[in-house]
């Protein structure tokens, strides 16, 4: 069952379910070969990208990616140089070490390909991986879906049919076992409780309380961090686009206005701390996915702007509340863009936010859910039309866009005296169907919307 610390998981960019998932599928299905004593008998391997992996294909990196988990690189300890290093080999050389032990002939171009013919299945996000043996006997496959947010599955879990969809956490059922936000506000109300602290109760059965407040200090460590870096770092970013990073010259002049009067600065210091993040994860730099990489500059930008100076309290507070949100969407719904196409996103990154934010600023749980249901209620129907492949247009901007809805949703929560007329259950359903009944071009395929009317330069 899910964790809070499933939702927020450190990864490399440019797309959790692009990249951060082929590449754990490859190093899974490695993993399964040496569990099964078929590594030393493989002499190689075929990778067939499918659906909305093919579509986007080098755009988003899932080619590479997939490549580096057969060498068996992990998101979570992912080495640049490293990286290099196997990618050049495989591409001059013609080989490969799988696994990190056993050396095979490759040829990338053609052990992985684009299958824009066969048809994914249960998922838009497909992968079949086969290893043969030195007679080309195939010795082994298995077919991956990339579920969003860095999830994967295998097909066998994939069709296998869930006995439930309540939302738990660690090896033992949490304390506070819910199904819906309505039942999350119910054990809120009935123990007299904040949604953070149910959330954190249901953690501590998963592991010691010390232990997660140290993984969600690491995990708005690293988010800061990424902040930093992308404040830093100037430059065009990867791929045909020629995207000018903005993030540093915004920085820039913020920092010599500091105290400027202007009112509507506060949508600066948002939007440079959202595009550092997403300028980072569009160079295949280090970031927190949350819930997904395309949306990863939500959250991080809310949070600097409002809890750092309140301290780890604040930070954990929020990344818990936003959370616990979080496991709702992906439990009830999705957060693959392949899925849901941006409103699984951006719509689900600015729902978590927002009720992050309104937790932090001592909400009760149903303005929490207010906030999240309002962040969301903007977003629904929002494309996912990446121009070029690449998460640049309009994935940078529109998280810069996000993370203002996001606090302008917690401010109108806050200030509302009604119950909302609209529950979050009922979006995060609407968002379900929306995405259900959205056109394949407009989800994360580059088909169609922005995709096909901007001219790639």
Known sequence: MLSVLDIFRVGIGPSSSH????????????????????LGKTARVQVDLRGSLAFTGEGHGSPRAALLGLAGLKPETFDPKKADEICTRAED????????????DFTYKEDIRLDYETQADLHPNE?????????????????????????IASKSQLKKPTKNDRVETG?????????????????????????????????????????????????????????????????????GLKVTRRAPKLWDKLQNAPQSN???????????????????NAAGGKVVTAPTN???????????????????DAIRTFLLAAGGIGLLYKQRASISGAEMGCQGEVGVACSMAAGGLAAVWGASPEQVCSAAEIGMEHNLGLTCDPVGGLVQIPCIERNAIGAVKAVNAARLALHSSEASKVS???????????????????????QGGLAVNVVEC
């Open 127 to 151: 992968m079949y991986v086969q290893a043969f043996d030195v007679g080309g006997e195939i010795i082994a496959s298995r077919t991956y879906y990339s579920t969003g947010g860095g999830f």
């Open 19 to 38: 990249t951060v998932g082929p590449m754990r599928i490859t190093e899974r299905f490695v993993a399964r070969l040496r569990q099964k004593e078929l």
């Open 171 to 239: 090896e033992e059922k949490g304390p506070y076992q819910f199904t819906s936000a309505a039942e999350l506000l119910s054990i809120c109300n009935r123990e007299n409780l904040s949604i953070q602290h149910v959330i954190l109760a249901n953690e501590d059965t998963k592991r010691p309380r010390k232990k997660t407040e140290t993984k969600l200090d690491a995990i708005g460590e690293t988010m800061m961090a990424c902040i930093d870096q992308g404040l830093a770092t100037h430059g065009i970013l990867p791929g």
């Open 93 to 104: 050389d013609n080989r490969l070490k799988l696994g990190g032990e056993q050396d095979i």
């Open 294 to 312: 395309g949306a990863a500059g939500i959250i991080p930008a809310v949070i600097r702007h409002y809890c750092v100076e309140k301290g780890e």
């Open 262 to 280: 202007e009112r509507e600065q506060l949508f600066d210091w948002l939007n440079v701390y959202a595009m550092a993040v997403n300028e980072e």
């Open 424 to 446: 979050l259950d009922q979006v995060i359903e609407t968002m379900r169907q929306t995405g259900l009944d959205m056109s394949t071009k407009y989800k994360e395929t580059s």
